[in-house]
């Protein structure tokens, strides 16, 4: 702020009136002052005349007769009448026409002793033209200076008190005027600071003033309310923008020139395990991954020493690992709408299914293809081996051959029939539907895999809660699933384990619920959220008991996408597993895309 005072050409012209009216004031009381002194003193002096003429005439009357040893005396008795009568005359001489004093008295009574104006008048004897001496009388000029000293004073008070009224009403109309200039002053101050809406209250002001009061209050009603669409476009803008980065699916971190982080938004936060805080205003490079490395700052280098053209044309894109997310990062520049390079940009896209995904399918691949391969080198070595030798082995012995090449061969199939099944159901071509019995269905499927059971010592009963009317469903489709659950609960149950398949039907909520319980190894909760993708096997039973990982996926497509129903798991490990699903049994519309 600036506490310098500055004067106005109002101010100015204020204290400019002031001194002039001041001179003004002075110069005519110093006037009137004079003037009246000056008239006091003529008319004293007149006075003066008229003590001493009137002193002469009196002096050679009452001396005329009187013999000259008589005359100083009289005189004297005259003079001192009169000095007691008038304290204001010093003293009084007689002369005689040589100058020689007769009779010289002195006021006793005087009010100083200091003569300031002496009068001398000729002693004339009537009918007499030259004078017989003089008479002087010497005037303290006291009263005089009493009245002149009373008059400067009055004058002086008059004057001031004058000036003062003056001066104070300059002033009041001035304050007046300014005050509401301030007011004006203040509320334009308030609206450049941003203070919009601010309103000035009016009271006892002019009427032009308060119209000027009236049009700034409008002016500023009218900012008010502009600010407040501006404000609100603005967060609508922002919110957009906001909501569009934060919706993105994909990770964004915005770096400014410097390399700060300016902006990151959920997802990137999500998938570089920081908080908006600790990312934002610090350089990227400075980025620490979970295994303690900075993954980024080789890339940003390289970034940076590569020509914005081609940068521009070529993002760089690498992956970094964060936990046990894979994540793949692009970094490209970052300019504004006049081509003006501001920063660059880093998105993040979580690759972790995809390679996860990719995994699985390398996985599946060799499984395949070793599945495939023993089942094909078990049926030539049989094949070959009753071929070229059948004669020599007994009845019983060739049953037994043709006993494995027929389970071989099953097995085979049942493999070709998951794989041809699983391109089916992934296409989005609708199974076809109608009126089928559940019950019939479950009672089928044990049956087929009767010898199976019977070859583990496994013992499978049915438990049918309550049995639901024919409803529509595709029988090959539910058959495989159940028959799916059915052949893991046996892959993965220990001998003369116990397996159930229960049936339950609940016509309030329209629903079937067919489920297989086994007393086998169970899984993990970990292992439990992904079971049913596809590919995916548990990593222990892997090696050791054959599949491919497709089995329980092809049960959640039939299931789920083709079916409406939801598939479910519930599992201990070491105590056994519960693989279900639920069917609607009432029409529902389904969407196979
Ligand atoms: P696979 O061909 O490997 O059996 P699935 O999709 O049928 O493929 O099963 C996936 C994985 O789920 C299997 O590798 C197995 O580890 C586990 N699994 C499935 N059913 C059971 C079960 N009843 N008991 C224990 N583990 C099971």
Known sequence: MNNKISLTAQNRLIIFGLLLSTVLIVAIAVFAIFNIQ???????????????????????????????????????????????????????????????????????????????????????????????????????????????????????????????????????????????????????????????????????????????????????ARLHIYEEQNIDRIMLERNKFESVLMSIANGVVVCDDNDNVVLVNNHAQTLLEVTEDQLLNTPIQQYIDTSGNECFKEKIEQFKDTPLEIIE???????????????????????????????????LIDMTKEAEMEQMRAGFISNVSHELRTPVTVLRSYIDTLYNYGNEFDYETQKEFIGTINQEIIRLNRMVNDILDFSRLEANTELEKEPNNIEQLIEECARQVDVLTKEHNLHITIDKK????????????????????????????????????TLDYSPEKNEVEVAVTDQGCGISAEHQKKIFDRFYRVENNTHTIKGTGLGLNLVKTTIEKHHGGRVFVHSEVGKGSTFGFILPTAPIEISVK
């Open 38 to 220: 000056k008239k006091l003193n003529e008319g004293y002096q007149n006075f003066g005349q008229v003590i001493s003429k009137t002193l002469a005439i009196e002096s050679v009357e009452i001396t005329k007769n009187l013999p000259a040893d008589k005359i100083q005396e009289t005189l004297k008795a005259h003079s001192d009448s009169i000095l007691k009568s008038h304290n204001d005359i010093v003293f009084i001489e007689f002369r005689d026409k040589d100058g020689k004093l007769i009779y010289s008295g002195k006021n006793a009574h005087a009010l100083t002793g200091r003569t300031n104006i002496r009068v001398t008048s000729p002693l004339t004897a009537l009918g007499q033209s030259n004078p017989i001496g003089s008479v002087t009388v010497g005037l303290s000029g006291n009263i005089i200076s009493q009245i002149s000293s009373t008059t400067r004073a009055s004058l002086l008070f008059v004057f001031t008190v004058a000036w003062i009224v003056f001066a104070f009403v300059i002033l009041i109309n001035t304050y007046l005027i300014t005050r509401e200039l301030r007011i004006l002053q203040n509320g334009v101050k308030k609206i450049s600071s941003g203070e919009f809406g601010y309103k000035i209250k009016a009271k006892d002001v002019s009427s032009e003033i308060e119209e000027l009061f009236k049009a700034f209050n409008d002016m500023s």
């Open 466 to 501: 309550s049995i639901p009317p024919e409803f529509m469903f595709n029988y090959d489709s539910i058959e495989r699933a159940l028959t799916n659950y059915l052949s893991n609960a046996i892959k993965y149950s220990p001998e003369n384990g116990e397996i159930k398949i």
């Open 313 to 347: 044309k070529k993002p760089i894109e690498f992956t970094i690992n964060v936990d046990k997310r894979v994540i793949k990062s692009i970094i490209s520049p970052m300019f504004t709408r006049n081509k003006d390079y501001v920063g660059y940009i880093i998105v």
